[in-house]
């Protein structure tokens, strides 16, 4: 108890005594001055430092009228009883414990020169009660006891010594202080009280906005499951039974509607892995492992069985690149041919994937439709997705028309270099390799032009390609370069 007492002693009037704080200004976004105009705003909020300054020069007068004419003759007794004890109430805005010392320093040599009052006379007797109010506002309560305290027993030291000298003026100084400074701790204590309740209305504000925010999510996870699990759980059932229905259906029937049925289990996957974000407090990510560019054969022939015919093109050295990428690369190729059904029926898409040193590039472009297109109930956000994904990992994008009447989207995703597994060496050509798949494209000029690759435009960011351009052309020209040698390559990735 002894150490603790001890301790907030000299944490409190000790420890960095002399450091520079100075006072700040009131505030003024109360209710009442911020009706006032700015100007005068300003001004009052300099209303402590003006207090702080009157009081200086009260102590100033006090001084003048207390001191006696030879006093007022001497230089010593001008500046003990007017100027010092004024220098310590101002001193109160800069360093305000460091003001507390130096004015119970002062406290004998201005009882020696005034010689009437002991141990404080007039001017002291206001300097230093004008100091243990401003450093007990500056600070805590704790403070201005140990303030209080240490006066008291100052005082009562000097009066032992010669007291019976003079008009002794501890006893007033004591409850003149203790009043002042309760009611300056009754003040600190009702406004930190306010601020911890608005501290505890801010939490439990925060609190509610999360817990309604919880309500709401797992309302619609509620709804969305209700809502869409239960008709594609239909659709499953009717496809699974359909080929029941009908004696000795066709094999491409039974084919068509086992592949309804897996797209159907398919979605309910996802809803259910979706549900599951949507419904978890901390919101983290699903555990189970999210498609990448390796599921991408089976999207495309998913597509296919719906009737969409496709071509793959795949240029670079293909690697593993990171989740982020792999996730979103799928996504866009898979919600491109998804608007691609849905908007172009009968037209045909061609999906190239481009793997270049600094990233990824996507394009999926897709011809005019060929059969009648029908409205589409969607919202439109299936662009505003992809845009979002790719921007999330800090690429570019863009979704065109094409001049036959098609449509086109590209995207390149960078990859920094520190995310990159190294390449394995290999030929030259390792990075001219194709991989086509469909009926399409097969003649061996197909994705090559004669226009000059831009080096000052950054990919998927300028014109579209059109239909006779490709992006693995593009990304081709910028990975064909001279073979370089080990440290070259080193020097180079460095």
């Known amino acids: 108890m002894a150490a603790g007492t001890l301790g907030g002693l000299w944490q409190d009037l000790f420890r960095d005594a002399f450091e520079y704080r100075p006072l700040e200004r009131m505030r003024t976004d109360g209710p009442l001055l911020r009706q006032l105009p700015e100007r005068m705003r300003e001004r009052i909020a300099w209303t402590p430092h003006a207090l702080v300054g009157t009081a200086a020069l009260f102590v100033v007068l006090v001084g003048l009228l207390s001191a006696d004419s030879g006093a007022l003759r001497m230089a010593v007794g001008t500046v003990m009883l007017m100027l010092l004890p004024a220098i310590t109430v101002l001193m109160t805005l800069v360093r305000p414990v460091g003001a507390f010392w130096i004015s119970m320093a002062l406290t004998p040599f201005a009882a020696v020169v005034g010689g009437h009052y002991w141990p404080w006379g007039p001017s002291t007797f206001l300097s230093h009660l004008t100091v243990l109010v401003v450093v007990a506002a500056r600070t805590r309560p704790r403070t201005a006891a140990w303030m209080w305290g240490l006066t008291l027993a100052f005082g009562g030291m000097l009066e032992s010594v010669v007291g019976w000298q003079f008009s002794t003026t501890t006893s007033p100084f004591a409850v003149v202080s203790a009043f002042a400074l309760l009611v300056v701790a009754v003040v600190q204590i009702r406004r930190d009280a306010e601020r911890e309740v608005t501290v505890q209305r801010t939490v439990t504000a925060v609190e509610r906005d999360r817990r309604t925010l919880l309500e709401e999510r797992t309302t619609i996870a509620r709804e ?271």
């Open 224 to 494: 969305l499951h209700d809502v869409v699990a239960h008709h594609m759980s239909v659709v499953a059932i009717q496809a699974e039974a359909a080929p029941y229905r009908v004696e000795n259906p066709p094999p491409e029937l039974e084919q068509a509607f086992a592949t309804i049925r897996e797209n159907a289990v398919a979605a309910l996957t996802e809803l259910r892995r979706v549900l599951g974000v949507v419904r978890a407090e901390d919101q983290q990510a699903p555990d189970a492992p999210q498609p990448t560019l390796a599921q991408l054969d089976g999207l495309l022939a998913n597509v296919r069985e719906a009737g969409l015919e496709t071509e793959k093109t795949v240029t670079g050295a293909v690697r593993e690149l990171p989740q982020g990428v792999e996730l979103s690369a799928y996504r866009i190729v898979q919600e491109a041919l998804s608007n691609t059904l849905r908007h172009a029926p009968g037209a045909t898409a061609k999906v190239e994937i481009g793997y270049v040193l600094s990233g990824l590039g996507l394009r999926v472009v897709n011809g005019p439709p060929t059969g009648p297109v029908k409205p589409s109930p969607g919202a439109g956000h299936g662009i505003t997705g992809m845009r979002e994904r790719v921007a999330m990992l800090d690429g570019d994008m863009t979704a065109v028309a094409t001049a036959e009447g098609g449509y086109e989207i590209t995207a390149f995703i960078p990859v920094r270099l520190a995310e990159e597994p190294h390449e394995t060496q290999g030929t030259p050509g390792m990075h001219e390799s194709h991989e086509t798949q469909g009926t399409h494209g097969t003649d061996g000029t197909h994705g090559r032009t004669d226009e000059p690759y831009r080096t000052d435009e950054p990919y998927g960011t300028g014109e579209p390609y059109g239909t006779g351009e490709r992006v693995g052309a593009r990304l081709e020209k910028r990975e064909t370069r001279p073979a370089k040698t080990e440290e070259a390559e080193k020097a180079e990735r460095a």
